[in-house]
């Protein structure tokens, strides 16, 4: 969230700034316009579709904001979509509303937002400093909960649509070549071979013959497999990882793939594709299924997150700055971050394989987003929240209202800015140079 101090009324008006022509203006309009129509013409309509639909989750962010400021009774001065030179404003009451010309998200500007603001005496009592406890934390939470929300929204368009997703089983989609036989060869598995079951368990997650195999090296594993229409038992016995290799290859298949464990990692050499049906659900099971994903994609996201913030999390993410070509399969894709390059990529190629998969995408981003922002750090939305906490914890009955001094904070804000800012330029760098392959297959 953009939030800039508002100027205070004791100090000199600074000069007025110079307004673009109306000419300009509408030369800049013009300019987006024609751009659009031009990429749309040219074959690029998927990109900008990409590009108006991140703009409007950033906007969206910062409306959740505006919206519970003035709600909470706050002055809020300004909300902008874009930066830049102003191409058009209007006021509506105390808030001036417009369009500037570089469309990369949009801001609001609250009164007060931080002790080290100077406050005009009319506007203290609707400052945000000098707001309820509760109130703040509304506000400040707000962009995040409207991220939250839009992907609740989009996993029930999602849905109701197609219906819930079921796994039933995998099926062989190639045999993996090494230099001695797979034990899939071994155990005749061909490719069209559809699994349903794994030592007696059906199919019902995405992975499970992995998770399966990774942990049954040299043990037998009963795999139920249908061919033609007719059903039969077959044996596998996962070897480990890194006692084979690829033919020509002097590295493991351990090695090669990032794959690492203690007792060592059990494959059987094929790579499948799993089986999917769809259930129809009643409007209440929608809103649960919508809720089980955001709740999962949430998990995921934290614990990806939380590994950038270990020293084995920044070492990982040095070494595919410096081997990107390693950053998109193993431990590489684990410790990769992604930067809004990559999500525009990804929804690009969302674009040709359906819609609820586009959506979907922007249940991860959005959920994303939303974990991000909440992280206890300044300038981060929940870097204002900790303080509200902070300061409420410290506010003792009949006292006045605590306030703390967030300049001690500042050295430990830098810091986490300037690892922010390398996680940022390492996606952008690696998104640009080694974009994530298609995960759509097309």
């Given at each position: 969230?953009?939030?800039?101090?508002?100027?205070?009324?004791?100090?000199?008006?600074?000069?007025?700034?110079?307004?673009?022509?109306?000419?300009?203006?509408?030369?800049?309009?013009?300019?987006?316009?024609?751009?659009?129509?031009?990429?749309?013409?040219?074959?690029?309509?998927?990109?900008?579709?990409?590009?108006?639909?991140?703009?409007?989750?950033?906007?969206?962010?910062?409306?959740?904001?505006?919206?519970?400021?003035?709600?909470?009774?706050?002055?809020?001065?300004?909300?902008?979509?874009?930066?830049?030179?102003?191409?058009?404003?209007f006021?509506?009451?105390?808030?001036?509303?417009?369009?500037?010309?570089?469309?990369?998200?949009?801001?609001?500007?609250?009164?007060?937002?931080?002790?080290?603001?100077?406050?005009?005496?009319?506007?203290?009592?609707?400052?945000?400093m000098?707001?309820?406890?509760?109130?703040?934390?509304?506000?400040?939470?707000?962009?995040?909960?409207?991220?939250?929300?839009?992907?609740?929204?989009?996993?029930?368009?999602?849905?109701w649509?197609?219906?819930?997703?079921?796994?039933?089983?995998?099926?062989?989609?190639?045999?993996?070549?090494?230099?001695?036989?797979?034990?899939?060869?071994?155990?005749?598995?061909?490719?069209?071979?559809?699994?349903?079951?794994?030592?007696?368990?059906p199919?019902t997650?995405?992975?499970?013959?992995?998770?399966?195999?990774?942990?049954?090296?040299?043990?037998?594993?009963?795999?139920?497999?249908?061919?033609?229409?007719?059903?039969?038992?077959?044996?596998?016995?996962p070897?480990?990882?890194?006692?084979?290799?690829?033919p020509?290859?002097?590295?493991?298949?351990?090695?090669?793939?990032?794959?690492?464990?203690?007792?060592?990692?059990?494959?059987?050499?094929?790579?499948?594709?799993?089986?999917?049906?769809?259930?129809?659900?009643?409007?209440?099971?929608?809103?649960?299924?919508?809720?089980?994903?955001?709740?999962?994609?949430?998990?995921?996201?934290?614990?990806?997150?939380?590994?950038?913030?270990t020293?084995?999390?920044?070492?990982?993410?040095?070494?595919?700055?410096?081997?990107?070509?390693?950053?998109?399969?193993?431990?590489?894709?684990?410790?990769?971050?992604?930067?809004?390059?990559?999500?525009?990529?990804?929804?690009?190629?969302?674009?040709?394989?359906?819609?609820?998969?586009?959506?979907?995408?922007?249940?991860?981003?959005?959920?994303?987003?939303?974990?991000?922002?909440?992280l206890?750090?300044?300038?981060?939305?929940?870097?204002?929240?900790?303080?509200?906490?902070?300061?409420?914890?410290?506010?003792?009955?009949?006292?006045?209202?605590?306030?703390?001094?967030?300049?001690?904070?500042?050295?430990?804000?830098?810091?986490?800015?300037?690892?922010?800012?390398?996680?940022?330029?390492?996606?952008?760098?690696?998104?640009?140079?080694?974009?994530?392959?298609?995960?759509?297959?097309?």
């Amino acid at each position: 969230m953009t939030l800039a101090p508002e100027r205070p009324s004791t100090e000199a008006p600074a000069p007025p700034r110079p307004e673009p022509s109306l000419g300009l203006r509408l030369a800049m309009v013009g300019g987006l316009l024609l751009t659009a129509l031009l990429a749309c013409i040219a074959g690029y309509g998927a990109v900008v579709l990409v590009v108006a639909t991140l703009v409007l989750v950033v906007v969206a962010h910062e409306l959740g904001h505006f919206a519970t400021a003035k709600w909470c009774g706050m002055k809020a001065t300004e909300f902008f979509v874009g930066f830049g030179p102003r191409i058009f404003s209007f006021r509506r009451g105390e808030t001036e509303y417009g369009l500037k010309a570089l469309l990369f998200g949009g801001y609001v500007r609250i009164v007060g937002f931080t002790s080290l603001e100077q406050v005009a005496t009319e506007d203290e009592p609707r400052s945000y400093m000098n707001q309820s406890f509760w109130k703040r934390v509304v506000v400040s939470s707000a962009g995040s909960a409207v991220h939250l929300l839009l992907a609740i929204l989009m996993g029930i368009a999602i849905f109701w649509s197609i219906g819930e997703p079921k796994i039933t089983g995998t099926t062989v989609a190639q045999l993996s070549v090494w230099s001695q036989p797979t034990p899939a060869q071994r155990a005749g598995l061909e490719v069209g071979d559809l699994i349903t079951a794994v030592n007696g368990t059906p199919f019902t997650a995405d992975g499970q013959l992995e998770q399966v195999t990774r942990f049954h090296v040299g043990d037998p594993v009963t795999l139920q497999v249908e061919r033609d229409g007719v059903r039969r038992g077959v044996v596998v016995t996962p070897v480990d990882a890194r006692t084979v290799t690829a033919p020509g290859s002097q590295q493991s298949i351990a090695e090669v793939d990032g794959l690492t464990a203690a007792t060592g990692y059990g494959l059987i050499g094929v790579e499948t594709v799993d089986q999917t049906s769809y259930v129809k659900l009643s409007p209440l099971g929608v809103v649960r299924a919508s809720f089980d994903q955001v709740g999962a994609v949430a998990t995921q996201e934290f614990s990806g997150i939380a590994r950038f913030f270990t020293p084995s999390g920044v070492s990982h993410i040095a070494a595919n700055d410096l081997h990107p070509s390693q950053s998109t399969s193993g431990t590489g894709a684990q410790y990769r971050p992604t930067s809004v390059l990559g999500f525009g990529q990804v929804l690009t190629d969302a674009t040709h394989s359906g819609w609820q998969n586009y959506l979907y995408i922007l249940v991860v981003l959005n959920v994303g987003f939303g974990i991000v922002n909440m992280l206890p750090m300044i300038p981060l939305d929940g870097g204002h929240v900790a303080i509200a906490i902070y300061e409420r914890l410290r506010t003792r009955r009949g006292q006045p209202h605590y306030r703390a001094d967030i300049t001690k904070l500042l050295p430990v804000v830098y810091v986490f800015v300037a690892f922010l800012g390398f996680l940022v330029l390492s996606a952008l760098y690696l998104d640009a140079i080694h974009p994530i392959a298609n995960p759509f297959g097309h």
